[in-house]
């Protein structure tokens, strides 16, 4: 135990450095041992020890029994940094998303499958032409500071979205702010501008919505989640700790949570296996053997999270969807996830969205590599003999690898590739959403819910600046109608034209790759391409 | 020859080369003579022989061969697969040449630029040469690597920029050794005298200063040749070098790492080549350097100032022509 504390207190002082963890874990052993030799010499205390490797596919959990309460859970989270925040509707970093999910609640939630979930709503109904939506909240809920949510508190949260053109102003789509109102403390009445049928998918993007009291200060995060702050280091680490008076009681299950900035896997993957983290989040299809091998549980989710290739249909050659179409068909999707994720991902079909309620694989014939068929249509695209530039960024798995597989696949359908990475300051800076042939992230959300942002004309994440009137056209209708059959069949056709004419080639849908100790349960495979649950914390326990 | 030198602008121009050229053949001889000399060496001809020859063995180094990390032996070869499922011998094989080219180039600008830059420091001496040590100690003063990231990170990454960016960074130190150098031999005699006979001060350092600093040259261009593959080696691991997915070894290591567990050669084997060419070129020019002081009185003098870094005062030993025949003999 006291080399335990020793372990803990080095991590308290600096933030997790490489350094330290190799340190902690008896550093001689890196050299070659790799997992298991560093398993057995490090922590100390009992944490490495016993455990099978559990792999959660697809959807199934494993025999846990009773949630217990009580411990502290530490989790490495990647992707933290110096501009990391606790603001409610600005989460910028990983780590972000991580930290507010333990403090804030939304109005619902997505759920492992990708659905809606009430959480603080008790119910959601639109009026006949989708323009307003009355919201009835759950009685009783409390923020950490013992007041109660009320409706003027949802007004407020969305206000202040509105206000400081936070991201989730893309969820709200035409709120009417100023004709909002609150009918009684319990119930709000949302007004749109334009009719909004989407309004309970795009709310999904829980994430971008917590609620937070009237007069929220960031300074003092203050919500209704599950956890309320202890301390917060940006780019180093938080702790949170039970709220007592949570709504959904008996959770949450652990009495603290303390997430650690870890900046790269191979330091993550130490620090889990040297029980110094009990759990760490997005790694890479390469730790997932040496994880199980040293008894940790490795949790892989099949998302329908996209690393979408984007191409530019504004500009040439992209601009002739010949050339579009055959780089789809160019693509070998099968080897790509084999070399990017060892096989962990799902195939795409260059639609996303696949998760939503209308998405029907059948209709949509699966591409497969036909280098013929590329090569002819790239001809009478005209981009023969062109070297294409493609430019992408270390920001999200396959990012970097995915390209390196396309050049070398088109290579056999003679097409030149010039693959650039860039340094993520640079890509975002320079490149993004304005190179013509790019790649881009993107975690699950419901499809007409990504089509606002990513590819109607004007969308503010639109990196293939898509512009089809009757594509638009085919969305306002869907917005518009509340008759599910009939937006069934405008999602249909919208999705046709992704298919056939998209500025996307959507090779494959990531799989998310956590590492959780042997006694940490709970941590469900998602698809919403966010880590561990979609951070849902208040469902994790601990049993030693 | 020291007849020669009473008719300098004549005969000395050819005298001194061959004298030069004598020693430098006779201290690279020195260097062979010993163990360090002899390992170092083979350890660079090693690696730049793998560099240079694998490619023409080396399979499609992008070519992919099932999923990652697969272990030895397998479809991937003798090596193992990488992060894509590459094979890690075809790329190890292809990865270097580029390395050491870059490097090379590297090298050759820091010591055309260092010695110009320090030879005139010591040949012009005050205002220019202020101006121009003042300038290598503020370039020395920042860390090189961080330099050449600032440099990448603003223009974009292009090998040339790697080449200048790292030519830049090696280049103060070549001025400062070579300033030291040559201010000692600008002071000689045989220096002086052809200076005094009107020649013009171009003619004079390119005839009768350059030579005499062949050694501490040559001393240099190992060392800083072992510092450039560091530097544009950590370069590409970092991802502002080559852009994958050609094969280059600083980015097998930084790709391969994640899976140091399940296929450790995709990290180990360009690390080795890296540190064993690093270990090689260094053990060269430490070989060099003690083959010259070992060779007692009769070694170049300037050399060993030079090495010394120290700066050479007024009143030293003088050494004259004779002193310099005696060690080229």
């Known amino acids: 135990m006291s080399e335990d504390k020793k372990l803990n207190s080095n991590l308290d002082q600096g933030g997790v450095t490489r350094r330290k963890i190799l340190q902690g874990a008896g550093a001689g052993a890196l050299m070659f041992g790799g997992g298991s030799l560093l398993a057995a010499c490090g922590g100390g205390s009992s944490t490495t020890s016993g455990g099978g490797a559990t792999t959660g596919g697809g959807g199934g959990g494993e025999a846990e029994g009773k949630p217990v309460a009580g411990g502290v859970l530490r989790v490495g989270a990647q992707g933290g940094s110096n501009t990391d925040s606790l603001d409610a509707h600005n989460v910028l970093t990983n780590a972000d998303y991580a930290r507010a999910a333990q403090l804030y609640d939304a109005l619902i939630r997505i759920d492992n499958k990708g659905q809606p979930q009430l959480v603080l709503a008790e119910s959601l109904e639109p009026n006949k032409d989708a323009t307003e939506w009355t919201v009835k909240l759950k009685k009783g809920v409390k923020f950490h500071d013992g007041s109660t949510m009320e409706a003027k508190d949802v007004l407020y949260s969305f206000n202040r979205i509105v206000k400081g053109k936070y991201p989730g102003l893309y969820a709200l789509g035409p709120i009417n702010m100023k004709a909002c109102k609150a009918v009684d403390p319990l119930t709000v009445k949302l007004v749109f501008s334009t009719p909004y049928s989407l309004l309970e998918e795009a709310l999904t993007l829980h994430w971008y919505l917590y609620i937070v009291p009237t007069g929220y200060n960031p300074k003092q995060p203050i919500g209704c989640g599950p956890f309320k702050l202890k301390s917060f280091t940006p780019g180093r680490e938080s702790s949170t700790v039970k709220f007592d008076e949570y709504w959904d009681a008996p959770k949450p299950y652990l009495d603290e949570v303390k997430t650690i900035n870890i900046a790269e896997e191979t330091a993550q993957v130490n620090a889990l296996q040297a029980g110094q983290v009990d759990a760490v989040d997005y790694l890479t299809a390469a730790s997932i053997a040496t994880l199980e091998s040293s008894g940790q549980k490795v949790v892989i989710s099949k998302s329908g999270g996209w690393v979408p290739f984007t191409m530019r249909v504004d500009k040439a050659p992209y601009s002739d969807n010949n050339l579009r179409e055959g780089l789809r068909w160019l693509v070998d999707r099968e080897q790509m996830n084999q070399s990017v994720f060892s096989g962990n991902g799902t195939i795409g079909n260059d639609i996303f969205g696949i998760y939503d309620k209308f998405y029907d694989k059948s209709l949509f014939p699966q591409r497969e590599q036909d280098l013929e068929k590329a090569e002819s249509l790239i001809k009478k695209g005209n981009a023969e003999g062109q070297t294409l530039q493609l430019i992408s960024t270390p920001n999200a798995p396959g990012m970097t690898q995915m390209p390196q597989v396309l050049k070398t696949q088109a290579e056999a359908a003679n097409v030149k590739i010039n693959v650039t990475i860039q340094p993520t300051t640079e890509y975002f800076a320079r490149s993004y959403l304005k190179v013509p042939f790019s790649m881009d992230y993107w975690p699950y959300a419901p499809y007409l819910v990504d089509v606002a942002q990513a590819t109607l004309p004007g969308a503010p994440f639109s990196a293939t600046y898509f512009n089809n009137p009757a594509y638009t056209k085919l969305y306002e209708e869907a917005s518009a109608t509340l008759d599910e059959g009939k937006k069934g069949e405008i999602v249909h056709e919208m999705m046709k034209m992704d298919y056939d004419e998209g500025g996307y080639i959507i090779p494959i849908f990531f799989p998310v790759i956590d590492g959780v100790a042997p006694y940490v349960y709970g941590v469900e495979p998602s698809v919403t391409g966010q880590a561990l649950s979609t951070f849902q914390f208040q469902n994790f326990w601990i049993k030693k | ?329």
Request: charged letters at 15%; one cysteine or more.
């Open chain 2, 1 to 329: 020859m020291s007849a020669n030198a009473t008719t300098p602008d004549v005969i000395a121009a050819k005298a001194p080369r061959a004298g030069v050229g004598g020693r430098a053949g006779r201290l690279l001889r020195g260097a062979l003579r010993t163990r360090r000399g002899q390992i170092g060496l083979l350890l660079t001809l090693v690696v730049v022989g793998i560099a240079f020859l694998g490619p023409l063995f080396a399979g499609n180094p992008t070519a992919l061969h099932g999923g990652p990390f697969e272990a030895p032996g397998g479809q991937a070869g003798a090596l193992g697969g990488d992060s894509l499922g590459r094979s890690v011998l075809d790329r190890v094989l292809d990865g270097g040449w580029r390395i050491l080219l870059i490097s090379a180039a590297a090298t050759a600008m820091a010591i055309v630029l260092g010695s110009v830059a320090g030879v005139v420091a010591a040949y012009r001496g005050g205002f220019a040469d202020t101006v121009i040590m003042r300038t290598v100690d503020v370039l020395l003063g920042i860390p090189s690597l961080v330099f050449v990231l600032m440099l990448l990170s603003v223009v974009g990454s292009h090998a040339w920029l790697v080449i200048v960016g790292v030519g830049l960074t090696q280049a103060p130190q070549v001025a400062r050794v070579l300033r030291a150098a040559a201010q000692d031999v600008s002071e000689r005699d045989y220096v002086k005298a052809v200076a005094a006979w009107g020649v013009p001060p171009r003619t004079v350092i390119r005839r009768h200063v350059i030579p005499s600093l062949l050694t501490p040259l040559m001393v240099e261009c190992a060392l800083r040749l072992s510092f450039s593959i560091i530097l544009v080696a950590s370069l590409s691991f970092l991802g502002l070098g080559t852009q994958p997915p050609t094969a280059d070894w600083g980015v097998m290591i930084n790709e391969n790492r994640v899976g140091l567990a399940q296929n450790v050669w995709g990290v180990l084997a360009p690390a080795i080549l890296l540190a064993t060419l690093a270990v090689g070129t260094n053990m060269f020019s430490d070989a060099i350097a003690r083959a010259n002081l070992s060779s007692g009185p009769a070694g170049d003098p300037t050399l060993q100032m030079a090495l010394s870094a120290s700066n050479v005062a007024e009143g030293d030993e003088p050494v004259g022509l004779e002193a310099i025949d005696e060690g080229s003999q």
